[in-house]
T-cell receptor, first 114, second 115 residues
Framework: GDSVTQMEGPVTLSEEAFLTINCTYTATGYPSLFWYVQYPGEGLQLLLKATKADDKGSNKGFEATYRKETTSFHLEKGSVQVSDSAVYFCALGRRDNAGNMLTFGGGTRLMVKP | EPEVTQTPSHQVTQMGQEVILRCVPISNHLYFYWYRQILGQKVEFLVS????????KSEIFDDQFSVERPDGSNFTLKIRSTKLEDSAMYFC?????????????FGDGTRLSIL
């Protein structure tokens, strides 16, 4: 079945450091890929998405490129801020199903220190 | 920006009791979902719902669970006889019907605590 694997956290960085959170997936067909962010005490917010190979999703300085050859969708940001501290979830959605169930990775907690 | 709303934010229930979690999806969305997140674990899919019927469900979604669209705006998850292991954060989500790969929009969740 479908699965998503993320690097385990927590990831602790200083402000303005470069961020990479690795995400790899296993899926049949051609899934869509998403990054969701969960700030403390809040729900899941869509951060960015990519729907086909070589697409790059971007939002709020974060980027991720859909790499079919390596089945990866790594999240990057050039300069993190304290306000980026949150849990980040990589997810895949199958486009061939009306319900479009999302399969999530385990989440990676990011802590950014001033 | 329209959002998914969930009530209550926190529900405390005695084991064996029935509980209903409520959600109001985004108004023009037609696909609805429930997920749960046990503390410290990954978010898990429970069920998806479209056109007044379940379109997909996971192994977690057994006979003690049911979903309903009782009116034009609410989407509910009922757990018939709660168990300790049902304690989790439950998230409702909805998505636009136009594209099957549209992202799902999530509510802030209901924290369910079973005593």
């Amino acid at each position: 079945g479908d699965s998503v694997t993320q690097m385990e956290g927590p990831v602790t960085l200083s402000e303005e450091a470069f961020l990479t959170i690795n995400c790899t997936y296993t899926a049949t067909g051609y899934p869509s890929l998403f990054w969701y962010v969960q700030y403390p005490g809040e729900g899941l917010q869509l951060l960015l998405k990519a729907t086909k190979a070589d697409d790059k999703g971007s939002n709020k300085g974060f980027e991720a490129t859909y790499r079919k050859e390596t089945t990866s969708f790594h999240l990057e940001k050039g300069s993190v801020q304290v306000s980026d501290s949150a849990v980040y979830f990589c997810a895949l959605g199958r486009r061939d199903n009306a319900g479009n169930m999302l399969t999530f990775g385990g989440g990676t907690r990011l802590m950014v220190k001033p | 920006e329209p959002e998914v709303t969930q009530t209550p934010s926190h529900q405390v229930t005695q084991m064996g009791q029935e509980v209903i979690l409520r959600c109001v999806p985004i108004s023009n969305h037609l696909y609805f979902y429930w997920y749960r997140q046990i503390l410290g674990q990954k978010v898990e899919f429970l069920v998806s719902f479209y056109n007044n019927e379940i379109s997909e469900k996971s192994e977690i979604f057994d006979d003690q669970f049911s979903v309903e669209r009782p009116d034009g705006s609410n989407f509910t998850l009922k757990i018939r006889s709660t168990k300790l292991e049902d304690s989790a954060m439950y998230f409702c989500a909805s998505s636009d019907p136009v594209y099957s790969n549209q992202p799902q929009h999530f509510g802030d969740g209901t924290r369910l605590s079973i005593l």
